[in-house]
């Protein structure tokens, strides 16, 4: 056995500057964009290994993603490939951006929302039920309820893991957890065959489709529909609330220090269930959107096979729980994906089988890296302190 | 006692930390079998010094000489093996293990090779605690003695590892006055049998006790090393803090008006469930400061956390003003009237990742002209902490700086005018000049005694005996979750620390 004394800090202000400065460093720009960095490095190493030129499938990647579109437009090119790229990208990036908000809002409460891809399809479901009854609707407003009912569906969920928090402490993580699969088995039972919501085709487990005035528009030809409007009113609506609200006052005074926040008269139980109510809110608008201007219905398969919600927790992470940098996350994970896709990238550069596993292994390491980012700080501090030390701080022996 | 040839010299000591001088050519000599003590503010390098002898820092010029031959300490290892042994301000013991296993801990005599031999570490435990005076049973657990008994299990590791410069880290911060006597006596007794020891300190009285030299240190620089004789804390003080101090609060005497808080067979239970706070009554009037004296655990916090609505009230009234507050929330509280100035400033107190704006506003971020309508005005939170900011003379940054970046003592400058700008009524202060140096001392005081002159009710709670004589109009002793005795600004430390470890249970008046 053996007592490892706490790490020696010259007095308590030094340890603090170098906190503090060790954060501000973690919470700017740097560390997610040196994790991505290095992922695509190493990434680009394994590209090498399987024999062909890192340089052309990266680019054949970033033009997969339909990202040298500007190019191509500035200089008067035929855009059509290349736009069609990048509004699949930017539609992808729709539903990560709206749940990567759902952790990023319960996180800056300093609590983990593992609960996105529950809150995702209650208010899938929710808006599925408006979207597919009331017909002879106006289309703005059909759309409009629809949306207010996923928001509300998404907002339910998430309350209920939010409700259990503040009244009997229930940890969040695991009743988000377990609300995900009660909603994800609770849609593969309503949409099964002869399932209380199963459409008209008798032979398919799938639900009605919703009308067309329930549809989102389609604001760039033929992929990008509102959603993607909707997703960055939404990161605008995230920052605001947050920083310009007294609700984001203490949202932000729990997350950072709940003792602090209770000692200044906050209600934190209340703050606990807002906090969840509103991200299952994002979430839910994410299952709407991409009902309203992708699916338009859903299949019981679908509810195997889509998890968005939970890749939207790495782009939460990278994106360090900011508004910015979240659209950014969200538009690197989106792009990884369609530009590996078969459809877009060119077989004869890289196999998009292969892409896709890169895609796949860059996501990974990026999140392994943004996870390490303290390791990197300290790292970093750490080999300057050495050069002054003369020896790592970690490998001094305990005193005594 | 001491001998006049160094044992132990430090010459030209330069470290330097990224943006700070640390230490700046500082010397510091030890004789044997003295008492050294490292005078200075928080900040002022004390830890930073002893570190260097420590072998935990490099230190970037200078050189280190032990009876006179230069030595290079490279890392813990090496000081304890040229006989420096340190007891650091947090003790690193294992809870569930033996007075006799920690002691022999890393060191452990063995039967085999690989089996520790039980019999053979207590007898020497048990030895080397005879010789040097030591009362302490090998057997007992950790978890189960007292804090003094634990630094003194600190102190006989160093010992058993054959230590002969015992370096002492603010030894007394987490002990009674009492605990702090008996340190002192087995310091003489160790320096007797021809030990040294390095006493870093930034109390004044106790350098002066039990020092036979001073050395202060002021931002990393040695100011100056006296002897003890002659020496006064005034002395000392403009030493530490380059300036004037007065020690002394000055204070007219106080006039009581009517009763601001009233307390009424109070009942709370601690985290755990078990009574902490059992049956108090008393009251503080407008005008008056009403001290708490009590060793730390005798229900302090729990009597706080009761007044400011943090905690439950098991039974018993608390009123404001003659309003029954006992059922409010804390924000109630704070609109009752309540000022808090937590015990715990970096827990509590402030949120280190907000800005000093942000914190000014933590309690009226919701309350015009702050806000309106659910809407944050930041511009009026930063308005009203740059005017609390130069009223109350807080350095070391602005309403958007984050309150982390701030020293104890601005920290605590913030925590105050946060509480005072709120006009309360009664204004609860825990252990508020706890980790402060000299001249924030010297501020939080006067400012406590303003405020008492303005006309609100203070209450005090507070570990430092000093503190409290020196401020409180009237004075309470809690003990055991009781008010044991009540006494006027007048009474004697040694009738205090009677009462304080339960010695009289006189009737409150």
């Given at each position: 056995m053996s007592v490892t004394p706490p790490a020696q800090v010259p007095e308590a202000e030094e340890a603090y500057s170098l906190r503090t400065g060790a954060q501000e460093l973690a919470t700017g720009f740097l560390v997610p964009l040196a994790a991505t960095l290095l992922a695509f490095l190493i990434g680009g190493l394994v590209v090498l290994l399987t024999g062909h030129n890192p340089i052309t499938a990266y680019r054949a990647i970033f033009e997969g993603a339909g990202f040298n579109w500007p190019y191509e437009w500035l200089t008067g090119q035929d855009t059509r490939a290349s736009g069609r790229d990048l509004q699949q990208t930017l539609r992808t990036a729709t539903p990560l951006i709206l749940s990567a908000l759902a952790v990023a809002f319960s996180f800056r409460c300093g609590l983990f929302n593992i609960g996105g891809q529950g809150q995702y399809w209650v208010g899938f479901i929710f808006a599925l039920l408006v979207g597919t009854h009331l017909e002879g609707l106006s289309r703005p407003l059909h759309v409009l309820l629809c949306v207010a009912a996923g928001i509300l569906g998404g907002a339910f969920w998430g309350g209920i893991a939010g409700f259990l928090r503040a009244t009997v402490g229930a940890h969040e993580v695991i009743t988000t957890i377990m609300l995900n699969w009660i909603a994800i088995y609770g849609g593969k039972w309503l949409f099964e065959l002869d399932g209380p919501l199963q459409g008209a085709a008798p032979s398919l487990p799938r639900s009605e489709i919703i009308f067309d005035s329930a549809t989102l528009w389609i604001i760039w030809s033929p992929y990008l529909h509102a959603g993607f409007l909707i997703a960055l009113l939404a990161l605008v609506v995230y920052y605001v609330v947050l920083n310009r609200t007294t609700l984001g006052f203490e949202v932000r005074a729990v997350g950072f220090n709940a003792e602090a926040a209770r000692y200044g008269g906050i209600n934190v139980r209340k703050s606990y269930f807002l906090a969840l109510a509103i991200s299952g809110a994002f979430a839910g608008l994410a299952g709407t959107v991409d009902l309203l201007g992708v699916k338009y219905a859903v299949d019981q398969s679908d509810f195997d096979t889509n998890f968005v919600a939970f890749t939207a927790i790495?782009?939460?992470?990278?994106?360090?729980?900011?508004?910015?940098?979240?659209?950014?996350?969200?538009?690197?994970?989106?792009?990884?994906?369609?530009?590996?896709?078969?459809?877009?990238?060119?077989?004869?550069?890289?196999?998009?089988?292969?892409?896709t596993d890169l895609a796949t292994m860059i996501q990974a390491l990026v999140i392994f890296f943004v996870g390490a980012e303290l390791l990197i700080v300290y790292l970093w501090r750490g080999t300057r302190r050495y050069a002054r030390l003369g020896r790592p701080p970690a490998e001094e022996p305990a005193p005594l | 006692?001491?001998?006049?040839?160094?044992?132990?010299?430090?010459?030209?000591?330069?470290?330097?930390?990224?943006?700070?001088?640390?230490?700046?050519?500082?010397?510091?000599?030890?004789?044997?079998?003295?008492?050294?003590?490292?005078?200075?503010?928080?900040?002022?390098?004390?830890?930073?010094?002893?570190?260097?002898?420590?072998?935990?820092?490099?230190?970037?010029?200078?050189?280190?000489?032990?009876?006179?031959?230069?030595?290079?300490?490279?890392?813990?290892?090496?000081?304890?093996?040229?006989?420096?042994?340190?007891?650091?301000?947090?003790?690193?013991?294992?809870?569930?293990?033996?007075?006799?296993?920690?002691?022999?801990?890393?060191?452990?005599?063995?039967?085999?090779?690989?089996?520790?031999?039980?019999?053979?570490?207590?007898?020497?435990?048990?030895?080397?605690?005879?010789?040097?005076?030591?009362?302490?049973?090998?057997?007992?657990?950790?978890?189960?003695?007292?804090?003094?008994?634990?630094?003194?299990?600190?102190?006989?590791?160093?010992?058993?590892?054959?230590?002969?410069?015992?370096?002492?880290?603010?030894?007394?911060?987490?002990?009674?006055?009492?605990?702090?006597?008996?340190?002192?006596?087995?310091?003489?007794?160790?320096?007797?049998?021809?030990?040294?020891?390095?006493?870093?300190?930034?109390?004044?009285?106790?350098?002066?006790?039990?020092?036979?030299?001073?050395?202060?240190?002021?931002?990393?620089?040695?100011?100056?090393?006296?002897?003890?004789?002659?020496?006064?804390?005034?002395?000392?003080a403009k030493l530490m803090v380059g300036r004037e101090v007065f020690l002394r609060v000055d204070k007219k005497p106080a006039e009581p008006g009517e009763p601001l808080l009233q307390v009424e067979d109070l009942h709370v239970l601690d985290q755990r469930g078990l009574p902490a706070v059992r049956g108090v009554s008393f009251e503080v009037r407008a005008g008056e400061i009403v001290g708490i004296a009590g060793v730390d655990g005798n229900g302090q916090t729990e009597l706080i956390d009761a007044l400011t609505g943090l905690t439950?009230?098991?039974?018993?009234?608390?009123?404001?003003?003659?309003?029954?507050?006992?059922?409010?929330?804390?924000?109630?509280?704070?609109?009752?009237?309540?000022?808090?100035?937590?015990?715990?400033?970096?827990?509590?107190?402030?949120?280190?990742?907000?800005?000093?704006?942000?914190?000014?506003?933590?309690?009226?971020?919701?309350?015009?002209?702050?806000?309106?309508?659910?809407?944050?005005?930041?511009?009026?939170?930063?308005?009203?902490?740059?005017?609390?900011?130069?009223?109350?003379?807080?350095?070391?940054?602005?309403?958007?700086?984050?309150?982390?970046?701030?020293?104890?003592?601005?920290?605590?400058?913030?925590?105050?005018a946060r509480e005072v700008e709120r006009d309360p009524r009664v204004l609860v202060a825990g252990q508020p000049t706890r980790g402060l140096d000299v001249g924030a001392i010297e501020f939080v005081h006067n400012r406590l005694v303003e405020e008492r002159d303005e006309g609100r009710a203070v209450l005090l709670v507070s570990l430092e005996l000093e503190e409290i004589m020196s401020l409180s109009d009237r004075i309470l002793v809690i003990f055991g979750g009781e008010i044991v005795g009540e006494y006027g600004p007048d009474v004697t430390e040694e009738e205090l620390g009677v009462a304080m470890t339960g010695g009289t249970r006189e009737a409150v008046a």
């Open positions: 790495a782009v939460a992470l990278l994106g360090r729980n900011k508004a910015v940098g979240i659209l950014l996350a969200g538009l690197l994970f989106a792009a990884l994906s369609t530009g590996t896709s078969s459809r877009n990238l060119d077989p004869d550069v890289f196999e998009p089988a292969l892409a | 006692m001491a001998d006049d040839a160094p044992l132990l010299e430090l010459k030209g000591i330069t470290k330097r930390f990224p943006g700070v001088v640390a230490n700046d050519r500082v010397d510091f000599d030890l004789r044997r079998g003295e008492v050294h003590a490292l005078l200075g503010e928080n900040g002022a390098g004390k830890s930073t010094l002893v570190n260097v002898l420590y072998g935990l820092y490099r230190p970037d010029e200078g050189e280190i000489l032990i009876n006179g031959k230069p030595v290079e300490l490279g890392s813990p290892r090496d000081a304890i093996d040229l006989g420096i042994g340190m007891v650091h301000q947090h003790f690193m013991l294992i809870p569930v293990m033996t007075v006799a296993e920690n002691i022999v801990l890393g060191v452990e005599p063995t039967r085999e090779k690989v089996l520790l031999d039980e019999d053979a570490a207590e007898e020497r435990v048990k030895q080397i605690a005879r010789s040097f005076k030591f009362a302490i049973d090998p057997h007992a657990r950790i978890e189960n003695i007292g804090v003094g008994q634990q630094q003194r299990v600190e102190i006989l590791k160093a010992l058993f590892r054959g230590a002969e410069i015992l370096i002492l880290d603010e030894p007394t911060a987490v002990l009674t006055p009492q605990e702090a006597l008996e340190l002192f006596g087995i310091l003489r007794t160790l320096t007797q049998e021809g030990m040294s020891v390095i006493f870093i300190s930034h109390k004044l009285h106790e350098v002066l006790e039990i020092a036979d030299r001073v050395t202060v240190l002021r931002r990393g620089k040695k100011i100056e090393t006296l002897p003890r004789e002659g020496a006064t804390q005034e002395q000392l439950k009230v098991q039974n018993g009234v608390i009123r404001i003003a003659g309003n029954d507050i006992t059922r409010d929330s804390t924000r109630e509280r704070f609109d009752e009237g309540i000022g808090h100035i937590p015990e715990d400033r970096q827990r509590r107190g402030l949120i280190l990742d907000f800005t000093l704006a942000e914190n000014i506003g933590l309690h009226d971020y919701r309350n015009e002209p702050n806000s309106r309508f659910g809407w944050l005005r930041p511009g009026r939170l930063v308005t009203l902490a740059r005017r609390l900011l130069k009223e109350f003379d807080v350095r070391g940054g602005g309403p958007t700086t984050l309150a982390s970046s701030l020293s104890g003592g601005n920290q605590q400058k913030v925590v105050i």
